[in-house]
């Protein structure tokens, strides 16, 4: 399992891989979906307006300075959209265009694509990410969710609380260094993981300058996935899924048991039946596969992602800046 689905969308019914959310389904009838949950520094809701547009509410930000202030100018509005902008990849490139040269390219994909329109990869924090897909070796995704919630509530700060839920940003990697942190997770459920977690934060902090991670995406995807793997508790998959999910490496496939049993089945009939693969049987499926058996596995087990058509844009509205749930702002392109 992963703590997030390989393709996510800002009003999906899923929990993201790092600082938790939460979907409200509105009142059961016509009221949009709305996510509340932790983007970096911040704590907002997002909802869609329609399909061209995403509203959002900011709860509140936190400045990321030695104070920790609170802040709640409306200056900071091309900053919080900029953040959003980021975070949902809005700017990475047309997911249309891409749906339309796949289902050409490919029959398969053409089968499986309109039940699935507008899935996007989200573009998320690669610490974050890194520690949730840690915590989802061996792992199921609601107990992986309820991992990284814990990991957040013990270490990270507390942001607030939305409709009698509390959110914590994502612990900084100094929290998740000092005295007591493994037992502390042990103690939290973790179990082996804690370890991994404690040496890693350890690791990361002692051996690489900072910003390493975040360094990561402007080196091609082979060197990044060969870093990851240098740290505890990361192997191949792990890797590859921080590198797809948070290092713009695009051409990272991670190749679990689903994904391996798609691209056989429709691809690789010669793989049906094998229990295990070489690693250069799986990176022969994640060639093959990109993107046919991802989608293939998300509309074959589509009861987990509520998905709907992604937004485009995040478009101003008149009122920008507004800081409750009540009223809402379309955050400024």
Known sequence: GTPVTATSTAHASTDRASAG????????????LVWTGVVGDLLVSLRRRDEHRIEWAVHLRRRASPGGDDDDDDDNDDMTVSALRDYLALDECSVADLYSQWCRADEKF?????????IR??????????FSFICSSNNHISRISGMVERLCSLFGDYLGTVDGRDFHRFPRLERLCGDGVEAKLRDAGFGYR????????????DEHEKGFLDALRAVPYPEA????MTLPGVGPKVADCVCLMALDKHDAV????????FAARDYMPRLAGRKSATPAVM?????LALPVALLTVA??????????????ALEQSPRAGIRNHANWCAGGC
């Not at 804690?194 to 902090?205: D, E, Q, R, T």
């Not at 996935?225 to 990851?228: A, G, V």
């Not at 991670?254 to 049993?261: I, M, Q, Y």
């Not at 509309?299 to 058509?309: D, F, I, N, Q």
Request: a negative charge.
């Open 21 to 32: 959310g939460v979907s409200d389904p509105g009142d059961g009838g016509d009221s949009p």
């Open 110 to 118: 053409r089968s499986v694509a309109g039940r699935l329109p507008g």
């Open 121 to 130: 990869m989200l573009r998320q924090d690669p610490l974050e990410t890194l």
């Open 194 to 205: 804690a370890g991994y977690i404690a040496a890693s934060a350890k690791m990361l902090l």
């Open 225 to 228: 996935r060969t870093q990851l």
């Open 254 to 261: 991670p190749v679990d048991t689903h994904v391996f049993r």
């Open 283 to 287: 990176k022969e499926v994640g060639e």
């Open 299 to 312: 509309a074959e087990r589509s009861a987990p992602y509520a998905v709907e058509r992604l937004p485009s």
